[in-house]
């Protein structure tokens, strides 16, 4: 019904810049909450930013000050600018809408299939 496509990983050198891209296409009413999970090799999924529709966000300490999430309702997209890049930062970014409301009216948690984002040293 609703899919998340996440776009824009790949290889990047400590201390470079990437950018996410996550758009939001199917059978969508509306969508809250957005947000960036990621999981590393042998570790759990954590969140990394999240964003309401109306613009509040909310970071993980670990990336506080170096990632940005942004977002374009129009578009039913959300982004993370991720600068200053470090090597622990490699993982699987995964995109993720808690409640999405479908055109039917039901509602679901929508995933996106992830992304991998590997940084060198």
């Known amino acids: 019904q609703v899919q998340l496509a996440e776009s824009g990983g790949g290889l990047v050198e400590a201390g470079g810049s990437l950018r996410l891209s996550c758009a939001a296409s199917?059978?969508?009413?509306?969508?809250?909450?957005m947000g960036w999970y990621r999981q590393a090799p042998g570790k759990q999924r954590d969140m990394v930013a999240t964003i309401t529709r109306g613009g509040i966000t909310h970071y993980s300490d670990s990336v506080k000050g170096r990632f940005t999430i942004s977002r374009d309702n129009t578009k039913n997209t959300i982004y993370l600018q991720m600068n200053i890049v470090k090597p622990e930062d490699t993982a699987v970014y995964y995109c993720?809408?808690?409640?999405?409301?479908?055109?039917?009216?039901?509602?679901?948690?929508?995933w996106g299939a992830g992304i991998l984002v590997t940084v060198s040293s």
């Open positions: 993720h809408a808690p409640l999405v409301v479908f055109t039917d009216m039901k509602y679901g948690d929508v």
């Open positions: 199917g059978n969508i009413f509306s969508i809250n909450t």
